[in-house]
């Protein structure tokens, strides 16, 4: 962990009370991080919708297989224990996790996961989602960056829930509301691109994000411009990669 | 842990409940017109108007319970702004505790102060949307500035999402049967979403008639809408234009 950078992030991650914040970008930021701070493999962020099912927010990594695990977690899974109970819920290795979350951990080992830590979005009595970190060699983190990764969360969950002025309960149903159907108009410009341009779902967003990035623009904006046809799909290929890849 | 996000599940169903036995008590089927009338009585609003989109810029009023919810509806549309329209295009709840409110009257110059003269104190606007496929919006309203609890909050949504899902069969032309409406549809699956996207891209045509060509093709196949999707995402099936 770089602690130059881990300040940073904390920093970027408090910085939520500027004009144009938008929820999704801000918890890609967060999963990032997380990937390139704590040497996991990929990071997910679920969110609970207002029928309480949870829903994915932010991926660092968008196959479909992870996606599944993400899904998955409506029936079982860390996640879905750690939003349950407000506690951080871990297993270091899953190909012999037993009959915790059979089918959860089926799907993560076919994934190629050998770890996962699930940190509840917690602020007091709210329970707003949790934070997925997954890792392909099995083994504890060290307890060292589990707090300080339980902290980036906390953080943000505070970024996300702070009183911005007396209506805050209001603001935060509207922009957790805007930001899950946010999510809804990536997957659905995603499913456009990939089939228009014939390549993945994590081409797809790569290509979105680049776009997105390289054009200072928020996702759920270029999602909605390329799904109204005011961005061409073949422009999204025309700008070039971006310097942070995430980490597969 | 009691929390006010996680509180959710319990409340859909409790408000599909409530509407089932309203329909019961009076010999009805479920439609748009009782979802807003149990509403009312179970949120304790003084009306609500729905409002459906036809057309990029266009909206028309498809039920009112009183005189005001449409009185509001038609006010945003002769002055050209509000809640509802700013629901609509940020995909988000608009909630305005207050019409009269300083910050209210500047945010909507030519409509709040009219909505305060005609009698609305605070107003709630609830976009129905799928992503891009953007339905309509739920407006509900109190003749008094009043905050909602977040009970409320969570009981409107979930309104919000069952008045959705029963204009969506309704688009789709599918019968919303008691088994597949207490099943709801799997809008937490992120392939569902990729499917419409692609099936959209296939067909050229809009996400909405996407989403359409989806469902109508599950159901006469008799599979989970899921299962088609995945089908679709993994590039198993592939739609072709009539």
């Known amino acids: 962990m770089g602690d130059e950078r881990l300040v940073e992030t904390f920093v970027e991650l408090a910085d939520t009370l500027t004009a144009d914040f938008d929820v999704i970008d801000f918890l890609h930021v967060l999963v990032d991080r997380c990937v390139k701070l704590f040497d996991v493999d990929a990071a997910g962020l679920l969110l609970a919708a207002p029928d309480g099912k949870l829903q994915l927010i932010a991926s660092s990594n968008d196959q479909v297989r992870v996606l599944e695990l993400f899904q998955l977690q409506n029936d079982q899974g860390p996640c879905l224990d750690a939003f349950a109970t407000g506690r951080t819920t871990s297993n270091a290795d899953l190909a012999n996790a037993g009959q915790r979350w059979p089918r959860f951990s089926a799907a993560a080992t076919d994934a190629g996961f050998a770890a996962v830590d699930a940190i509840p979005m917690r602020l007091r009595n709210d329970v707003i989602g949790a934070l997925n970190l997954f890792r392909v060699r099995p083994g504890s983190l060290p307890d060292q960056v589990l707090r300080t990764a339980c902290a980036l969360a906390d953080v943000a969950t505070i970024g996300l829930l702070q009183e911005r002025s007396i209506r805050h309960q209001e603001i935060i149903t509207e922009q957790l509301q805007r930001a899950l159907n946010s999510r809804v108009l990536i997957e659905q410009a995603k499913g456009l691109i990939a089939e228009r341009l014939h390549i993945d779902m994590d081409g797809a967003f790569a290509a979105l994000r680049g776009y997105a990035r390289g054009n200072n623009l928020k996702l759920s904006a270029v999602a909605d411009a390329v799904i109204a046809g005011r961005t061409s799909t073949y422009d999204l290929l025309g700008t070039p990669t971006p310097p942070h890849q995430p980490k597969r | ?242």
Do not use: K, Y
Not at chain 2, 115 to 141: D, K, Y
Not at chain 2, 163 to 174: C, G, S, Y
């Open chain 2, 1 to 242: 842990m009691a929390t006010t996000s996680n509180r959710g599940g319990d409340r859909g169903a409790q408000v599909r409940l409530w509407v089932a036995e309203h329909a019961a008590a009076l010999g009805v089927r479920v439609t748009v017109q009782l979802l807003c009338e149990t509403a009312v009585a179970r949120l304790g609003m003084s009306g609500i108007a729905l409002t459906l989109r036809t057309s990029l810029d266009w909206s028309e009023t498809r039920h009112c319970t009183d005189l005001l919810a449409g009185r509001l509806a038609e006010l945003q549309v002769t002055v050209g702004e509000g809640p509802c329209m700013d629901a609509q295009a940020a995909g988000g709840p608009v909630l305005v505790a207050d019409l009269d409110a300083p910050e209210n009257q500047r945010r909507w110059p030519l409509f709040a102060p009219l909505a305060f003269e005609a009698g609305a104190g605070a107003l709630f606007a609830l976009p129905l949307c799928v992503g891009a496929v953007r339905v309509g919006v739920l407006a509900l309203h109190q003749i008094r500035a009043t905050w909602l609890e977040p009970a409320t909050v969570t009981d409107s949504l979930a309104f919000a999402a069952l008045t959705l899902r029963l204009l969506l069969d309704e688009q789709a032309d599918l019968p919303s049967s008691d088994g597949e409406w207490e099943q709801g549809l799997p809008l937490h699956d992120p392939q569902l979403h990729q499917a419409t996207g692609m099936v959209a891209a296939q067909l050229n045509v809009g996400m909405r008639d996407a989403f359409v060509r989806l469902r109508a093709r599950a159901f006469a196949a008799h599979r989970p809408l899921i299962e088609v999707a995945t089908d679709v995402v993994a590039r198993r099936l592939r739609f072709e234009s009539e």
